[in-house]
């Protein structure tokens, strides 16, 4: 068993009395690698990420945070992990400040620098109360306080609901410089673009199963890709029907439209003999992936 990694998770199952909420699940998380935790409403993807915290309790299997059992009750397992929860609660009457340093007391070896710096970049104000704060700017101070000891494990539920446009964008590259200092993220996120960008691998869950472990280049290779082919003529559409890998072909004016799964240099080299004056070439996105995996339409 890779116990050392920075999360190892092997047949992790929960039961409430007779209902399943996630069964058999088994994945790890190497250090300096974000992995996409992706599924549907209601999938397990929370109930997961609470087990790994030890907010609830494993019906059976196991999981390790840098080798540490997370069913011990010494908290151990916790403290070199950043977490933020789906469901943000954060008490109403402290201020940012109170909190901040409350939170960073509790972990010890707060570098005060460093949570400055992340203050000023998510531009928040120390003297507010959380209480008067928007859901957007209370999401902020959430992200601030999981990253601001610069754990090595990051478990993150939904880290970009309620932030603007530019406030994500600042996350993302928060999170590809804590990826490039060795942290290991677990991000779960309906933002498909923003697992797109950020991760390496990612796991699938439907129905409190696991479809899936992959990295997003090999699961893109598996779909099919569209290749839309412009010359100055029309040209023999059985040449593109024999390639290797070619689901379909059609024919349009002087245009040929190809779908292709796996290489699609077969279908350039053909293309580029018949010399193609235009090449469009449309990949699947990591959405597709997930509707093909799942079945859901819905992503949001």
């Known amino acids: 068993m890779s116990a050392s990694l920075p999360i190892t998770i092997r047949a992790l ?6 209902k399943r909420a996630v069964e058999g699940i088994t994945f790890d998380v190497h250090p300096g690698e974000v992995m996409g935790f992706l599924g549907p409403n209601g999938s397990g993807k929370t109930t997961v990420m609470r087990m790994l915290m030890g907010l609830i309790k ?7 945070i840098n080798g540490i059992d997370v069913r011990l009750r010494d908290g151990t397992s916790r403290s070199s992990v950043g977490y933020l929860p789906g469901t943000l609660r954060l008490p109403h009457r402290s201020t940012v400040h109170e909190l901040l340093h409350f939170c960073g007391s509790m972990r010890g070896n707060l570098d005060p620098v460093y949570l400055s710096q992340l203050i000023d970049r998510f531009n928040l104000d120390p003297s507010r109360k959380i209480g008067s704060l928007s859901k957007g700017t209370k999401q902020k101070v959430g992200v601030v306080q999981a990253f601001m000891h610069k754990p090595n494990v990051l478990i993150l539920d939904e880290p970009t609901s309620g932030l603007d446009p530019i406030v ?8 590809q410089e804590t990826r490039n200092r060795g942290a290991a993220v677990l991000l779960s996120s309906h933002v498909m673009h923003e697992v797109e960008t950020s991760a ?3 796991a699938i869950l439907n129905k409190g199963s696991l479809l899936l472990v992959d990295s997003v280049h090999s699961l893109k290779d598996r779909m099919a890709h569209t290749l839309t082919f412009e010359f100055n003529s029309p040209v023999p559409i059985q040449d593109f029907q024999v390639i290797p890998g070619i689901q379909s ?18 279908a350039l080299a053909v293309a580029a003999k018949l010399n193609a004056q235009d090449i469009t070439a449309a990949a699947p996105s990591l959405e597709d992936i997930f509707i093909s995996e799942t079945g859901v339409q819905d992503v949001s």
């Open 13 to 18: 199952t929960k039961h409430y009395n007779e």
């Open 58 to 64: 494993i019906s059976s299997g196991e999981a390790f």
């Open 168 to 175: 994500q964008r600042d996350f993302e590259e928060l999170l």
């Open 200 to 202: 390496e691998r990612v």
């Open 249 to 266: 072909v059609t024919s349009v004016n002087d245009s040929i439209v190809c779908t292709v799964v796996g290489a699609v240099a077969p």
